[in-house]
């Protein structure tokens, strides 16, 4: 069943929902704060390193990752919470495997920053 708004009025109502999505992002997930302050430090840094496009868009974009997968496991996160606070071992996995896709977003960061500027 298609929702009742479509064209132009669906694509504003989307950017809504995002900037509503990144607002409770900043306000309640410290993380992600965290890494948006480590991206504004460094992706004006990797635009400055990068000797071509290529490169800056791969230092840029990785910082840019981060921050897109930090998204998704606070996503994860709250649905998890709205179903229970008790715990479940199906819960912890879910969590677990969210903090681990940050954590090889990060390191995915180091990796390509790494390769392009030790080169």
Known sequence: MAGKNTGFTRIFCAI?????????A??????????LALCVILAPLGA?????????ALLIG???LVLIVELIN????????RYGTG???LSGQAKDLGSA??????LNVIMVWALILLN
Request: proline share 0%; no cysteine.
């Open 26 to 35: 900043y306000i309640h997930e410290a993380a992600f704060r965290q890494e």
């Open 62 to 64: 990785s910082l840019i």
């Open 74 to 81: 606070s996503a994860i996160e709250a649905a998890v919470d």
């Open 48 to 56: 400055w390193l990068g000797n071509n496009g290529v490169e800056r």
């Open 101 to 106: 896709a940050v954590m090889v977003s990060i």
């Open 16 to 24: 809504g929902y995002s900037m509503k999505g990144l607002k409770a």
């Open 87 to 89: 715990h479940h071992t």
